[in-house]
């Protein structure tokens, strides 16, 4: 499939949408050392969970030509990762940040707000850790507990949800709203979040060079 795109298409990057790619680690080397022995003209780019990453395959991923890693963070709270059964520490998403920075790929973080649990301490967890971490860039959505999850089944103990399937949309508007939370204080922090992020002297000196 990929020499199709890349000499019937001359398609020159794949975003790869699997969010398990780097678990199954042979079918990741093998896909690395195909492109590297064929010298496939191509760049990419992938989703991955924060407890998949091992240092050697970074080298080879960056080798291959991986140009980018998309992490989920989803939240600074360790409360809210235990809640949701993630089973990540804090230390992990860090961790994993620090070796791909290392390895030179270019990292974006996807966090999410409105989770249950959720208050202005864990907003605030969540903002420094985005902060702190050598991340490249940081995405914010929003939770949507979506019709047939788990937590859709018991989102009513945790808070209040619009029933419209037309505004269960991470991007946009929160459609659940914590208890203890309101919209406006959700839709507040999203901002809040982005521009503390963007606007360190660090990402704006970047952004010049």
């Keep these: 499939m990929v020499l199709i795109l890349v000499k019937t298409y001359n398609i020159r990057y794949l975003r790869i949408n699997d969010d398990n790619f780097l678990i199954f680690r042979k079918r990741l080397q093998d896909f690395c050392d195909w492109i590297i022995d064929e010298k496939i003209p191509i760049k990419w780019s992938i989703f991955t969970r924060v407890d998949s990453i091992y240092e050697d395959d970074l080298i080879l991923m960056k080798k291959a030509g991986c140009e980018q890693i998309s992490l989920g963070i989803e939240s600074g709270s360790q409360k809210i990762h235990n809640i949701e059964k993630k089973g990540i520490k804090i230390a992990q998403i860090i961790q994993a940040i620090d070796k791909i920075s290392k390895i030179g790929i270019h990292t974006v973080g996807f966090g999410i707000i409105g989770h249950p649990l959720e208050s202005i301490q864990t907003l605030y967890q969540t903002m420094l850790v985005a902060i702190n971490s050598k991340l490249n860039d940081f995405k914010v959505l929003y939770m949507v507990p979506y019709p047939g999850s788990e937590l859709y089944s018991f989102h009513q103990k945790y808070g209040t949800l619009t029933n419209d399937w ?34 360190r002297p660090r990402k704006i000196g970047r952004a010049h060079v």
Excluded: H, S, V
């Excluded at 203890?180 to 521009?195: H, N, P, V």
């Design 166 to 199: 037309r505004k269960m949309n991470a991007y946009q508007d929160p459609c659940f709203i914590p208890f203890g939370l309101t919209k406006k204080e959700l839709q507040k922090w999203r901002k809040k979040i982005f521009f503390r992020f963007y606007l």
